[in-house]
């Protein structure tokens, strides 16, 4: 009975979360002529939002998933939490770093990839992963899910609005202290494959400039992963006019016609 008048508040307690808008948000929407606070252009900037579970709320779902002896209790609580309120990437990370095996880590990500609200920050949650197979199967499940919902948003949620028109003079891209962050976190992998696998999907779902563009393909040493960084990061690119800053950031000239041939250029 305990259990039961326990879990009905956590429900009542995500829920509301779900009606949680920051301060930020809201008054961004009073300045667009008091537009809803949930609207499309409101909870982005550049593709990006402000967002996450609120911190009472947060600190009692992880509270209640520590309060599960078993990944599978646990599993059921972040089904929950995944249902009822969306999360930023950084407290996903949290979230998988309380299951005990990596299989359960894995399935706690999916479940909850379909309530973050700042996807393009999603390659944090990789650093909770112990092993590079758990981070592949993870990877693969992500593909499936934005190549099956295109244009899908959480319950009532928040995706990215489409790619901005190419202006010659528009400013754009990744705000710079997530970037840094972004290239801190690439320069920290060992293997260009892993450097690859946190440029791809720290992209997906963001912005960024040609110039940063270049600065992540010079992460990576091997030619192959910068080909495969480049074909990556072009649909991101919100000054592709600018594109051609990217060119130098390849170790070889045979790569920059491998890119351009990939992409029809």
């Not at 095996?101 to 700042?118: E, P, R």
Request: hydrophobic share 40%; with cysteine.
């Amino acid at each position: 009975m305990k259990r039961f008048i326990a879990a009905a508040a956590v429900v009542f307690m995500l829920s509301l979360s779900a009606c949680y808008i920051s301060p930020e948000v809201a008054s961004q929407a009073a300045a667009n002529n008091s537009a809803p606070a949930n609207s499309y252009n409101n909870q982005y900037d550049n593709g990006y939002a402000t967002c996450g579970m609120n911190a009472p709320d947060y600190d009692m779902l992880l509270a209640t998933i520590n309060n599960e002896s078993f990944d599978d209790g646990k599993l059921r609580v972040i089904k929950s939490a995944g249902q009822y309120g969306y999360l930023s990437s950084a407290q996903v990370a949290q979230i998988v770093d309380q299951m005990t095996f990596d299989d359960g880590k894995a399935d706690a990500a999916i479940i909850l990839y379909d309530a973050v609200c700042d996807r393009q920050n999603w390659y944090v949650v990789y650093n909770a992963f112990d092993f590079d197979s758990t981070k592949d199967k993870v990877e693969s499940a992500v593909a499936s899910k934005n190549r099956g919902n295109q244009g899908y948003a959480p319950q009532g949620g928040m995706m990215p609005p489409p790619p901005p028109a190419q202006h010659a003079h528009r400013a754009c891209g990744m705000n710079q202290a997530d970037f840094e962050q972004l290239v801190s976190t690439v320069e920290r992998q060992s293997f260009s494959d892993d450097k690859l696998r946190i440029v791809k999907s720290a992209t997906s779902y963001g912005y960024i400039s040609a110039a940063q563009a270049a600065r992540l393909i010079k992460l990576i040493t091997s030619s192959q992963g910068q080909e495969d960084a480049a074909v990556a990061l072009y649909e991101a690119v919100c000054d592709r006019q600018n594109w051609y800053v990217v060119y130098d950031s390849f170790t070889f000239k045979s790569t920059r016609d491998s890119v351009d041939r990939r992409l029809g250029l």
